[in-house]
Each structure stands twice: as C-alpha cells, then as structure tokens.
C-alpha cells in the first residue's frame, strides 16, 4: 500500500514551501489528467497553467513564482526533482527479506546474510559476497567471487559475471550482462582473428541504475569503471577499459568503444557512439 503522508511533510522532504493546506493527507502521485482525490500532481512550467478543467487531483506541485491555484501546493524551484523524489517516497516499502528460495544454486562458500531476497533459479557461484537487504530475483546469475552491495536490486535473467563488483543501491534491469568478455581480437596477414583474452573486471560503483539488455563489457586488463550515480538506458553497450564519470546519463542504444574515458555528468543520447581511445 502507498504511504499516506501530510503535505508538509512532502514538502520537508524535498525542500519546498507549502501554499495552502499544511495537514492535507496525500497517498500518491498522478498525472494532471490521471490524478483524483488524494493525489498530488505536478506542474513543471507556469506557461501550462491554469490546470486541466475537470482536474481532480488534491494537490499539486508547482514551481517558484507560478502563482495561486485553486488547490493547495508544494512550491518548489526544481519541480521534476520534487515530483520524482516525492513519488518514489510514496511507493516505497519497507524490504521483505524472503531468504534463499529452495530451487536457487548457491556455490560454496558465500556469504549471505539473513536481511536477503533471493528468488527462484538464481544461480550464485562460489565465494559470493551478498550485502544487507539484496534483492535477486528469478533466473540471475551471479559469478563467482562477485560481491554485491547493500540495496542492490537484480531483476530477472541478469547475469553478473565473476569477480566483478557492485556498488550498494544499484539497480540491474532485465536481462543486463555485467562482465562479458571485452571485444578484442588480433587480426594476422592472412585475415584470421585470435581473440584476446579478457582477464579484467567490471567495478559497478553506488546508486548506479542499467537498463534492461545493457552491457558492460570487462577489461582486457585491470577495471571497466562505471561511477556512482551514472543512469544507463536499455540496450546501452559499455566496451571493455571504459570509466563512466559519475552522474553520467546514457541514453538507448548508445554504443562507448573500448578504453574510452567519460568525465562527470556526461549525457550521450540514443544512439550517440564514442570511438575508443
């Protein structure tokens, strides 16, 4: 169930002001057109208003300077970020550690802690290091010697592959590949190819979030590098030696060559392709 929270205490949450009603219960976040009784909405630009006829939501949060509504209001001078931060609070719950299902393969020597979800057919090879309130769900594979921090969530059929590392907080979509070998191959006269073996690792730093199908190649030697907070979209391809800078955004289908260095806050969008080196 969403929480239910006061309109002040939404606003404390995100550093806004109230206008209106400070005890107004809300209990969840909607659209403009999709908001009834009990909602708050949001407005990101004054140049929309007024609001919608027939707007049913209780509240709404608006930007600095967007004058007086008819309904109470959260003002707020970044009002996506408050939208986003507000709506995620209100569908948070608390974590349900449901331990090890029965058909989950776990290797020797892991540590797991009791404060665990991980779900049916994982597989989870040997010396893996789980963190507190680690969720993995169905179908994951989880290398041997990877450790993986706290508040990380798996989703389904990822595959991690050893001796890689995981921040705390990280969120894996459907079907992301961690640890793949790196593309490398030496090419003689005659046009044959020999691959190159990739004997590095992956370092997936803290609240980093990989969209569902992304890949994040290891290194040929030493570490491919996403840093903290960097947001990857679906089908997103990271090569092997790259370092993400933290805070980075990249978009679908952006496709990063190997030993490619991005700095901080980088925002490449889809289909956007960096060439190595």
């Known amino acids: ?93 608390p974590f349900a550690a449901r331990g090890v299902h029965p058909s989950a393969v776990v290797g020797s020597d892991c540590r797991i802690p009791e404060q665990v979800s991980v779900g049916p057919l994982v597989c989870l090879g040997d010396r893996v290091v789980l963190g507190e309130r680690v969720t993995i769900h169905p179908g ?43 593309f490398g191959f030496a090419t003689d006269n005659r046009g044959n190819h020999y691959r190159k073996p990739q004997v590095g690792t992956v370092r997936i730093d803290d609240d980093v979030e990989i969209g569902a199908n992304a890949c994040v190649d290891r290194a040929a030697f030493g570490t491919t590098w996403v840093q903290a907070g960097t947001k990857m979209d679906n089908l997103v391809m990271v090569g092997h030696n790259v370092v993400v800078g933290a805070n980075s955004i990249l978009v679908a289908q952006t496709g990063i060559a190997g030993s490619t260095t991005l700095g901080r806050n980088v925002v490449l969008g889809a289909k956007a392709g960096v060439a190595g080196h």
């Not at 994951?140 to 907080?169: K, L, P, Q, W």
């Open 140 to 182: 994951a594979v989880i290398g041997s010697d990877t450790t993986i921090g706290d508040d990380t969530v798996i989703h389904a059929n990822v595959t991690v592959a050893e001796r890689c590392t995981i921040g705390s907080r990280v969120i894996l979509h459907h079907g992301a590949v961690i640890g793949s070998d790196g």
């Open 1 to 93: 169930m969403p929480r239910e929270q006061t309109l002040q205490q939404l606003a404390d949450l995100v550093g806004g002001s109230v206008a209106g009603d400070p005890q107004l219960v809300v209990c969840g976040l909607n659209g403009i057109e999709q908001a009834g009784p009990g909602e708050i909405t949001f407005l990101l630009d004054a140049r929309h208003l007024p609001l919608p006829e027939g707007c049913r939501a209780s509240a709404c949060i608006v930007p600095t300077g967007c004058g007086p509504l008819p309904l109470s209001t959260i003002v707020t001078d970044q009002p996506a970020v408050a939208a986003a931060r507000i709506h995620a609070f209100l569908l948070e719950q």
